[in-house]
């Protein structure tokens, strides 16, 4: 079986995938960075968190055969399904997980890192710029969270019961409490992660920052744009 660790862009993606990652491992399944390298998925695998970026036939098809081969092992990417990979988790070859945030907070976190020179997020020079870049993760949001048998986790409700939100993640992967999988649990408790933790993504944690952080027109603005998709995700103006 091959796990997908999907995520909005800033909504603590990189921390939820090493999080599922390290889970996995602690249950019996394989480190995806050693089948990377085993199967010389380099090429498709890319930076620390093993990002596939798109679903694609000819992307997914291989590391899900190096799945089949190696063992359970879970990836990480930011695009919508593909029909390969409907059809995979629909027969249940693959399951998949998706993390989402408030789209505000999220293009807001955006913003603010590619102002710190972010990788792809150098490109968003204003919130404007911002906005435009988080609409289409709202159509990819909707193809995932409609699939039912695709566990959906709000960022918000990772940091206001982790425990609960932790035991669902358990349940749908398959894997038992032991003090392995406990310790990795405490490892990635909101509040003990940090900036220096390559790859995890997981910095102020403040779920509506946005509010002050963004002028009032510019507010009006995301607003606006994100249209009645907040009150689908369960967020307030």
Known sequence: MLILSVGMPRAGSGWHYN????????????DARQVRQQYRLGGLLTEVNCNLGTLGAHRLLPVW?????AGRFAIKLHAGPRPLARMLIRVGQIRATYIYRDPRAALLSAYEYGQRGGSVFKQLKSIKQAIEFTLPYLRIWEAWTEMESVLAVRYEDMLADFGEESRRLLEFLNIETSPGVQAILDKYRPGKTSSADKGLHFHKGQPERFRD????????AANQALGD????MGYRL
């Open 19 to 30: 999080l599922v990652h390290d889970l996995n491992v602690a249950g019996g399944g394989k």
């Open 65 to 69: 055969l190096a799945s089949l081969a």
């Open 213 to 220: 952080a963004l002028s009032p027109e510019q507010l009006a």
């Open 229 to 232: 998709h907040l009150e689908r």
